[in-house]
């Protein structure tokens, strides 16, 4: 993903630390708040994995850390619900002030309906989407029921959630038994996409009901079966995000698609964090990534995986191209292709070892087709255009460009 990192004022005035995720090669069709659960931060796996999906499909996200977690500055024990329904307000303040009002707002477990709250008062934002939250506030209130006593006697306790331990103070029990979330989502008038795993342990799946029986139309509901609540699973993740890109698509006007750097018809983009590569081509995207096995995350197919990809894809439309020309009866077609580096003994690569590369390819055809035209079929084949290219030598410039004057 391409992203900036930047700081903005809070709803209570401190400091909050942002990253703004862009899609690669395009202005944004839209821009997203995305608000994390109780205790949790901006750089939680899933969240990443939720905005590069939504970056391929031309949406930008602006993650951030409420006050007193994660970069941001402030303390914990002084902040609250309200606080976070604040900052959430203030994070769509600074898009719209410094790029372009958000809007769409998508929030994680308490985050979630936190971003109802702020949906609610916020006229930029035209469509909600929360995952794994509670139907209440008061909800997150089972993380320290042991010390819910000690809290109301002597004002705070010091409570552990997962590896750290928190400062509650009453004052953080009183805001969150204040707010009546069934009102606002009778008067939100907003879509809303509700994503919640029946599996989940912390924030049961009845929740989820509970939201969608208080919202108005329109309303969805999608499971995320096998998840739990972190969304620990990048399969589970990267599926949310593509989800609500898609639903959003529905509710925010689109604007035409410029290109912000047109040097090539194809660019791809990687920082500094991982290996998975936004690629677009005209108006389409996707992620090129390694396998896990070479220090990646397999989000996506790798660079060989699309060499192959390209030479498999090109030979099925040529052979298909070929046999409706001639009106064979070419029902369907397959190419499986492999590719090697094998040793032989007339070649050498820069090191001097004896290297060849070698791309294998198998042709599966169905329909009624005689020996002659498959045998045929196998001659063109080998003529396609990419096949062509990659048997022949071939030439690549390399240059620089200063991407900030283009």
């Not at 902040?79 to 958000?102: R, T, V």
């Not at 997962?162 to 879509?191: A, H, S, Y």
Request: glycine letters at 6%.
């Amino acid at each position: 993903m391409q992203h900036k990192k930047v700081k903005f004022e809070g709803g209570s005035g401190h400091l909050l630390t942002a990253k703004l995720d862009f899609p690669p090669d395009r202005a944004p069709i839209a821009w997203a708040v995305m608000a994390h659960g109780f205790t949790l931060s901006k750089d939680l796996s899933a969240l990443r994995n939720i905005t590069n999906a939504m970056n391929v499909e031309g949406i930008a996200v602006m993650r951030f850390d409420f006050t007193g977690l994660g970069e941001s500055e402030g303390e914990f024990s002084e902040m609250n619900f309200s606080s976070n329904i604040e900052d959430i307000e203030a994070a769509s303040q600074f898009l719209e002030q410094n790029y372009s009002a958000p809007s769409i707002v998508i929030g994680h477990s308490l985050g979630g309906a936190a971003a109802i709250f702020a949906a609610s008062r916020m006229s930029n934002i035209k469509a909600v989407a929360t995952i794994g939250s509670p139907s209440c506030p008061e909800h997150v209130q089972h993380l320290f029921t042991e010390r819910l006593d000690q809290i109301e006697r002597q004002g705070y306790a010091k409570v552990r959630i997962g590896p750290r331990t928190f400062t509650i103070k009453k004052q953080f029990l009183e805001d969150i038994r204040m707010q009546n979330m069934e009102r606002v989502l009778n008067e939100l008038n907003k879509p809303i996409l509700i994503l919640h795993s029946p599996e989940d342990r912390i924030v049961p799946v009845s929740n989820a009901a509970e939201i969608y029986k208080a919202a108005r139309h329109p309303k969805s509901f999608v499971s995320i079966p096998g998840a739990d609540h972190l969304l620990s699973q990048k399969k589970h993740s990267s599926y949310v995000g593509g989800i609500i890109a898609q639903w959003a698509r529905l509710y925010i006007e689109i604007p035409p698609e410029p290109r912000l750097n047109p040097r090539g018809k194809v660019v791809a983009y990687l920082d500094k964090e991982g290996y998975d590569t936004q690629i677009r081509m005209r108006q389409h995207g996707l992620v090129v990534d390694e396998p896990e096995s070479y220090g990646g995350t397999d989000f996506g197919p790798s660079p060989y995986d699309l060499l192959c990809a390209s030479l498999a894809s090109c030979t099925v439309i040529t052979l298909q191209m070929y046999a409706r020309r001639k009106e064979w009866p070419l029902e369907e077609v397959r190419c499986y292709v492999n590719f090697r580096r094998e040793h032989c003994e007339d070649c050498q690569d820069v090191s001097g070892a004896a290297i060849q590369n070698v791309f294998y390819k198998s042709i599966d055809f169905e329909g009624p087709l005689s020996e002659k035209q498959i045998e045929r079929l196998l001659q063109i084949a080998a003529k396609c255009p990419v096949h062509r290219t990659l048997e022949q030598s071939a030439i690549v410039h390399t240059q620089w460009v200063d991407y900030e004057d283009g």
